[in-house]
């Protein structure tokens, strides 16, 4: 079913991962899809690659969601090629997990700069460039809801996240646009699993219901439902991705 047929969708930080994911469901669904890249340009050429090997309809655009040119230069480019954004995805963030007491100047600051800023600039863009009737979805995330050390400043950012979508969700609504939060659990992804322990994996992947980790997919199926017209009453909502973690 193409409940995303004749919408623009742009997908921040697209190239691997969750955004690659949500990127290619979104363009299943009937989207045509802007994959945001940073820098892994190779990556996001990929995800273009198989969204049109599959039919769909994509490019990939560079930028550095926290610096507000880069943004404003995107949203050109994707209105010039496609005319309109109908769906915003603002999946893009970094994660540095420290003990608050190890945390550098450079690390809160690099931190809340993607987080907090990349959304801040894309949300600024699309209170008036969005399209009319258009929908957004912020990521934040599940460990939100819990207290897991080295995870103090990351949570801070996206509980200002979480934040940002609950008061723009009412600036916008008079547009017809709804903003949502969604916070995946613990997700078999790269980024999820490099570098820890089997153990460690197992025992947070037994935190849910399922005793499983979250694929990209189960997140890219509930984003893609967001955008669609289906979900227009639900705005302002942070909605656990997460397996009934918590």
């Known amino acids: 079913m193409n409940s995303l047929e004749n919408k623009v969708a742009l997908v921040t930080g697209a190239s691997r991962g969750i955004g690659a994911a949500v990127a290619f469901h979104l363009a299943k669904s009937g989207a045509k899809v802007i994959v945001n890249y940073a820098g892994g340009l190779e990556a996001a050429q990929q995800t273009v690659a198989a969204i049109q090997s599959a039919g769909g309809e994509a490019i990939a655009l560079q930028a550095d969601v926290s610096n507000p040119g880069q943004v404003k230069d995107m949203f050109d480019a994707a209105i010039a090629h496609f005319g309109r954004i109908d769906v915003l995805v603002n999946n893009a963030g970094i994660m540095i997990t420290k003990l608050l007491k190890d945390t550098t100047d450079e690390d809160f600051t690099r931190q809340f700069e993607i987080n907090v800023r990349g959304?801040?600039?894309?949300?600024?863009?699309?209170?008036?460039?969005?399209?009319?009737?258009?929908?957004?979805?912020?990521?934040?995330?599940?460990?939100?809801?819990?207290?897991?050390?080295t995870y103090a400043t990351y949570?801070?950012?996206?509980?200002?996240?979480?934040?940002?979508?609950?008061?723009?969700?009412?600036?916008?609504?008079?547009?017809?646009?709804?903003?949502?939060?969604?916070?995946?659990?613990?997700?078999?992804?790269?980024l999820f699993t490099k570098g820890k322990p089997q153990e460690v994996i197992d025992r947070l992947a037994s935190l849910n219901a399922f005793n499983r980790l979250g694929e990209p997919e189960d997140i890219a199926k509930t984003v893609s439902f967001l955008a669609s017209d289906d979900a227009k009453w639900i705005s302002g909502q942070t909605i656990g991705l997460n397996g009934g973690m918590a």
Do not use: D, H, W
């Not at 801040?120 to 050390?149: D, H, K, W, Y």
């Open 119 to 149: 959304t801040f600039n894309t949300l600024r863009e699309a209170a008036t460039r969005l399209a009319e009737g258009g929908s957004i979805i912020n990521f934040s995330s599940s460990t939100t809801r819990v207290m897991m050390p």
């Open 155 to 190: 949570v801070a950012t996206k509980g200002a996240v979480e934040q940002l979508t609950r008061v723009f969700a009412k600036e916008v609504g008079a547009r017809g646009i709804n903003v949502n939060a969604v916070l995946p659990g613990p997700t078999n992804t790269e």
